[in-house]
């Protein structure tokens, strides 16, 4: 069976969405790439648009940059300056919980470690795996919704939950491309390789794509 040809998939999504990066991405690439705003950042943007993230984050950074910041606003205020993220009561609660955690066992830096990551109610494996590679530049594998549903069908993996998707990814996937592999699928995903009816006739990696599981394309 022919290898993927992970090389040549990863050159040319760089030569064509050039400098088109997610908001997560955007965020590590201002500020002084602060990890606590990375965290913050990612949080924000569960079920939520990259342009609402941004403006949330840009509202939010003018008031709170730390854990120490975010926890002297009130519930209320917290609440008003990230709004209209989605689930932005639930996402308040979480900041707070998060930022506490952060202050009081880790002396307000971040962790870089998967693990210790995951062992912050409300950081699961997508927001750990994107901080520490964002945030620190370690090798990590983070799956959203773009990222399953690409490799799968480009045909380079079989999978039916993002986490076998990470697991079967750590397993082919040169690990110098874990870092970039999500910066580059999210961006691709929402451009070109869209859920429903996907831009085949303008992709410029359909000559690797097995098109598993598209019924119409464009």
Not at 44 to 64: G, N, P
Request: hydrophobic content about 35%.
């Amino acid at each position: 069976m022919r290898k993927f040809p992970f090389h040549e998939m990863i050159n040319t999504l760089k030569t064509y969405l050039k400098d088109e990066v997610p908001v997560v991405t955007k965020i590590s690439r201002s500020d002084g790439g602060s990890p606590f705003l990375i965290l913050i950042g990612t949080l924000l943007s569960l079920r939520t648009k990259d342009e609402t993230t941004d403006r949330a984050m840009i509202h939010l950074t003018e008031r709170a940059k730390t854990p120490g910041d975010i926890l002297s606003l009130s519930h209320t205020e917290l609440e008003k300056i990230i709004y209209p993220v989605g689930f932005y009561r639930n996402k308040a609660k979480t900041l707070k919980n998060v930022s506490r955690i952060i202050l009081e066992k880790y002396g307000g830096k971040v962790p870089d470690t998967l693990d210790e990551l995951l062992t912050i109610k409300g950081v699961g494996r997508k927001t750990a795996n994107l901080v520490i590679t964002e945030a620190f530049g370690k090798p990590g594998i983070c799956v959203d919704t773009h990222v399953h549903r690409i490799s799968n069908r480009l045909g380079m993996i079989s999978t039916k939950t993002p986490h076998d998707t990470e697991e079967e990814l750590r397993k082919v996937l040169p690990k110098k491309y874990w870092i970039i592999y999500n910066t580059l699928l999210v961006t691709f995903g929402k451009k070109i390789c869209n859920p429903v009816s996907p831009r085949c006739n303008n992709c410029p990696i359909s000559h690797l794509c097995k098109r598993i599981g598209v019924i119409r394309h464009r």
